[in-house]
């Protein structure tokens, strides 16, 4: 079949193959036929042939895009592109024998082409080549992106360049930077330098460093979208500037829990819109994109409800709600976005009545929040541009099946007018329990099942087909330096005091987060400085092991002569808390002490059981106890075989209870 | 034994127990009781105390310095240092059952007893602490630096940052920053655009980024002293202005091979010390220090020799010799320094009798490079300040014992003056064969041996007591984000195409990367586009099983009975090739497969015979030739167990053979 042959994501429009193998050997070359004035396709191309080389091995003449004579990859295209939703992103990709040829509408197309070259790579035992193919290929939606906020927990530039990679990787376009909340306000204001001295720890961006952040995102094809969330999510803010508040002598302070927080700008003080007007003046040119994002969300107006000034003025302009009040602060700082030549971008609660459909909704809620669905397509048919990310929380720590289902138009209807207005969607990363060591295992590979969802046809959607193109994929974005596989061990080895880790890696690999924010379920457990190099912090989402175990016990009960894949994960966890055991133990460790014992003590039961075909009273009552204390949540992990063992316990309790 | 207690390193110069204990629980809290203008103590306190929750896994109430009371850990100094020379580094630390006090002279002084502080941490099964001690250290001297080449490799800034904080943690005060040379001119000049725009392949620093780096190292008490090295090194430098070169009509272009090459700045053209003035007179400003190094090496004079006008400038001005000539250059280069408040640094190729003593010599050469000792003694003697880095090259990918070993001052006698004038001495990390994927794992851990041999009294020279302490401090620069032990297994999941790579992790602890220079011999194998994640960049120095193996062999040879440990290591060779051979091949693999073989062959060989305690001549055969493949070169790195392999080889045919 042809889907198994190759390890796309996305997965193209198109894809023919042809009888052709290009051989990867020191004479590739790639030219460029097309005035670069951007150099985008230059520095793709340079980057292909360095990730080309390492992942041969193969050492090439020429480590730079040939000028003067054709090379054996021949990219075209006609226009370099303004990154906006316009952009024309398709391209065509052709192996050959003896030439691979890319063509493309815009340098952009071209990267894109680039990108699923690479992909293409094969090996056997002596050679590495790209097989005959023909590819035509273009995205689904022009919108395809991934928010970071960067204000729960700092991500330093070299985090965001290295996910930026990741993202082209996989051909998103949108980079979302939530650039301010409670916990701070994360870029440099030369007219308000309070709010990086007062309001960021020392954590925040200078203009230069957005620059090169934008500047790098630009060469990649993907376009950066500043969020400065108000009129809420601003005690960072207003503890630089108190002025602004809501609540007079308040006692603003950066915020160090997670949750919904009362400070909140003032919207009937004319300073705010001064400040606002300013800081976004200051702010805008730094971000060449023509959308702006300003938050709106979650604002609860409790200190616009004990304020009487704010309540007399509510009254005075005919404000029934204080919805209808936020609605009055967008409209004002809509005026000042379009004046900067900015669309104003807002989370879905700025949808109201009164909102002119000039504004951007973007769409966060879902059922989990109590609608019915998404806001998106209702956005849409009343006129408004809308990007969806209801459905992508990834910081929900759900499995990718999760998120790769949820189609952003689903079944809808929709006339052609409003079928354009649904520009795409965006993953989001909210880093109240992520720090620069764990995000990139938080994204990835995930975002990249998701980055498909946003780029390929519809009808790709096998779960099974996607899961095995993503280990992949996953394997690759290691190339780029991405950290999501390798700094398991890193915290494993911290937990051991770097002593032997392989029972603890063992138990990670069945382990998972806790889910839909039940880590950290009040906010105040964790602060933003609380340590996040912990158990939890080493597992991740689909752990890999459980992925497999679950299906072989699903196979087993269907079929129970297969029995011998189960009986060697049993084995294997039987023996594990005895590895553990010889580890010196430490507090970080003893949390895990019940865990890895219960999960051994029911393996071996379970094992005996299956090998011998027998089960007394005696060992299925310690089985039971053992899958309780397994069943319960373990420092801010859940074991996620547990439904296969509590299947097998009813299995032998069935068959072989004597 | 007092020593065995502790894993600081660099070794303190004093070290008192106190019969005390300080747990380390959430009320951990941190004062400052003095003006620290800098912030320099304060963010080294956040940075302690992120490690330490990290670390321990304990949530502290307090993330931050404490300011209206006093905290547990109470820091106190008398000045803000100006980083320089004359700085004052010493602290004491005494910590209590409730109480931790740190004293110094300088605010400097007060990071480095952190430091110490924080190597301090213990831990029991139920808790973490810090013992009872008393502590008062001060360094032996001044300068202690690194260098790292950003030149042969581009390293990025966050690659630099995390170094620097490795520097701090091991007490390490000055980075040398080698920013030109002939594969690269790596820093921004505004007045000179080619030299980025021609000269860097897009990979260079701006002026905001090099204030970003000297400011980030001068929070953690480091110098940062630049090199554009002239007036060789230079063929990126003239690929972008060859109207400088001292051969007309050469064709330049950045070079990239490795060696020494011939484009070099013509010392007779005013119009080169025009271009110097300005671009130090632009470039100095951004480093605050009071040194500037000018590079001065490896000038071979090829292209002077070439040029009549140099060769008559020459006669004309009573230079006998080309060195001549680059003293008369390096003398107006001093004038253009000393003008902008900086002293002359350069390579020892520079001390000639005409050089001024106000220059400072960097002492590189020794006796590999044909010499009987380093100029360092040498140049004390005749005035000059002096810094060493002869003896500390760790691209020659020696093992820690040879760098270790060598003391800057030796036996030498010295002057009061004299000894004031030899300031210390750098390690050299050139990076012809270093990528930011594995530059951490040549520098670490082995620079933070060296780093106590820049800091601890002459007399902390035990090697064993080192290898110790080095062992878990390698292990903590991980929490700093260093790649060092990371980064292995990326590499070896590139090579297997992320199969197992069990059998690869055990042949990478006894392989290491061919030493002084071995590897890419002639400069032209490797290019600086070529792929260094190869089988040699995931081995290290001091292949840890190695190290075991040979120690072990060494005390079965004086005491055969003591077997066990030696025939644990040869089964787990004899059976890896078993594993090896069920990874599916690739191109990469395959010039490993001798290498494999040949181990599991003679172990198993050596295995049945120390276990028998009997051996054919057949098998002593096989063995022996097996022995011969192992020793040969084999993908750049060499099997660093042979020689007890060849021991074992001879006892078993002396006592054993049939």
């Known amino acids: 079949m042809l889907q198994e042959n190759y390890d796309l994501m996305p997965w193209p429009k198109e894809i023919t193959e042809k009888p052709a193998k290009f051989l990867v050997n020191s004479d590739v070359t790639i030219s460029i036929n097309a005035e670069d004035k951007k150099h985008r396709v230059r520095n793709a191309a340079v980057s292909f042939l360095r990730r080309l080389s390492n992942r041969t091995g193969v050492f090439l003449k020429e480590g730079f895009p040939v000028f003067n004579k054709e090379g054996s990859i021949i990219i075209s295209f006609d226009n370099v592109a303004q990154l906006n939703v316009n952009n024309n992103e398709s391209y065509t990709l052709e192996v050959n024998d003896s030439s691979i040829i890319i063509k493309a509408k815009t340098d952009v197309g071209a990267i894109r082409g680039l990108a699923t070259l690479l992909q293409l790579t094969k090996n056997d035992t002596t050679d590495y080549y790209f097989p005959g193919i023909y590819i035509d290929d273009t995205p689904r939606f022009v919108w395809r992106g991934l928010m970071i906020d960067v204000s729960r927990h700092f991500q330093p530039i070299n985090v965001l360049k290295r996910n930026l990679d990741a993202m082209a990787s996989v051909k998103m376009n949108v980079f979302h930077w939530h650039l301010t909340d409670d916990q701070g306000f994360r870029i440099e204001s030369k007219i308000?330098?309070?709010?990086?001295?007062?309001?960021?720890?020392?954590?925040?961006?200078?203009?230069?460093?957005?620059?090169?952040?934008?500047?790098?995102?630009?060469?990649?094809?993907?376009?950066?979208?500043?969020?400065?969330?108000?009129?809420?999510?601003?005690?960072?803010?207003?503890?630089?500037y108190p002025e602004l508040g809501s609540k007079k002598s308040f006692s603003?302070?950066?915020?160090?829990?997670?949750?919904?927080?009362?400070?909140?700008?003032?919207?009937?003080?004319?300073?705010?819109y001064e400040f606002l007007k300013n800081l976004f003046t200051e702010i805008a040119p730094l971000f060449p994109d023509d959308y702006f994002h300003i938050g709106g969300d979650e604002n609860e107006g409790k200190h616009w409800n004990e304020n009487e000034t704010i309540q007399a003025f509510k009254i005075e302009h005919g404000l029934e709600t204080n919805h209808d009040l936020q609605t009055y602060f967008n409209i004002r700082l809509e005026k000042i976005l379009n004046k900067l030549g900015k669309k104003l971008m807002g989370w879905d609660e700025i949808l109201t009545p009164s909102t002119p459909t000039t504004?951007?909704?973007?769409?966060?809620?879902?059922?989990?929040?109590?609608?019915?669905?998404?806001?998106?397509?209702?956005?849409?048919?009343?006129?408004?541009q809308a990007v969806l990310s209801a459905g992508y929380y990834i910081d929900r720590m759900l499995p990718i099946e999760h998120h790769y289902t949820v189609d952003p138009i689903a079944d809808a209807v929709l006339s052609k007018e409003e079928r354009k207005r649904i520009l795409g969607a965006e993953a989001t990363m909210w880093s109240e329990l992520v720090t620069p060591t764990t995000i990139d295992s938080r994204i990835w590979p995930r975002t990249a099942a998701i980055a498909e969802r946003f780029w390929s046809p519809k009808d790709i959607k096998d779960v099974g087909f996607m899961k095995k193109r993503l280990k992949k994929v996953s394997f690759n974005l290691e190339e780029l330096g991405l950290t999501h596989i390798k700094n398991r061990d890193v915290i494993l080895r911290n937990m051991t005091n770097n002593q032997d880790i392989s029972s603890l890696i063992t138990l990670s690999k069945i382990c998972e987060p806790l889910k839909v924010y039940e880590r950290n379920k009040d906010g105040i457990e964790y602060k933003s400085y609380s340590p996040f190099v912990l158990f939890a912090?080493?597992?991740?989402?689909d752990a890999e092991d459980a992925e497999i175990f679950n299906d072989l016990t699903s196979k087993f009960i269907d079929q129970p002569k297969k029995v011998f894949d189960v009986l060697y994960y049993l084995k294997l966890w039987a023996n594990n808390h005895n590895t553990f055991s010889m580890v010196d133990k430490n507090p970080k460790l003893n949390p895990l002490k019940d865990l890895s014992k219960s999960l051994s003590s029911a393996s071996q039961i379970l094992f005996n059981s299956l090998e011998s075909q027998a089960l007394s009273t005696t060992d299925l009552n310690n089985l039971k106890n053992s899958l309780v204390i397994l069943e319960q949540p373990h420092v801010d992990i859940e074991v996620v075989i547990t439904k296969s063992l509590r299947l097998l316990t009813k299995y032998c309790e069935t068959n072989y209870l004597k």
């Not at 961006?205 to 094809?221: F, P, S």
């Open 537 to 541: 912090d080493a597992c991740v989402v």
């Open 252 to 272: 603003y302070a950066i915020e160090r829990n997670a949750g919904v927080f009362d400070p909140t700008l003032d919207p009937t003080n004319e300073k705010t």
């Open 192 to 240: 308000y330098p309070k709010l990086q001295e007062y309001a960021s720890d020392g954590q925040y961006y200078t203009h230069e460093q957005i620059k090169d952040v934008v500047a790098y995102a630009n060469n990649l094809g993907i376009r950066v979208i500043p969020e400065i969330d108000v009129p809420g999510h601003a005690s960072a803010l207003l503890t630089a």
């Open 359 to 384: 504004s951007v909704i973007h769409s966060w809620r879902g059922e989990h929040e109590g609608l019915e669905q998404s806001t998106l397509i209702e956005a849409a048919q009343k006129g408004y």
